[in-house]
């Protein structure tokens, strides 16, 4: 059973996503309404202040990937996954032809 601070700490997380999510929405949305008519210069700007306003949104999230391995139903008793000791890519043989990591 979860206690009181992992309950605390994952409605935090689940408001910042749902404001994340809300903002990008909204940029999207008024960027698309203003940028069908602008010119190449405008549609440029309008991409590095949606770059910007991504990456500030983004600052202070995780940067690693958590890796489990199990078989029982429930994932949240598995352990972690060994670290890959190889990562690479497989040109052309994903879906449609596009690449496909290994580990």
């Not at 940029?27 to 309008?46: E, F, K, M, N, Y």
């Not at 500030?56 to 949240?76: C, I, N, Y």
Request: a positive charge; charged letters at 20%; aromatic letters at 4%.
């Amino acid at each position: 059973m979860p206690t009181r601070a992992q309950i605390a700490a994952a409605a935090r997380s689940s408001r910042r996503e749902l404001a994340v999510a809300g903002i990008v929405f909204a940029w999207i949305a008024l960027g698309a309404g203003t940028d069908s008519g602008a010119g190449i210069w405008r549609q440029r700007l309008v991409g590095v202040l949606t770059w910007t306003l991504l990456v500030a949104l983004l600052r202070g999230e995780k940067r690693s990937v958590r890796l489990q391995v199990g078989t029982g139903g429930d994932p949240s008793s598995w352990p972690d996954a060994p670290r890959p000791t190889n990562i690479g890519v497989r040109p052309g043989v994903g879906v449609n032809g596009s690449d496909r990591p290994t580990t």
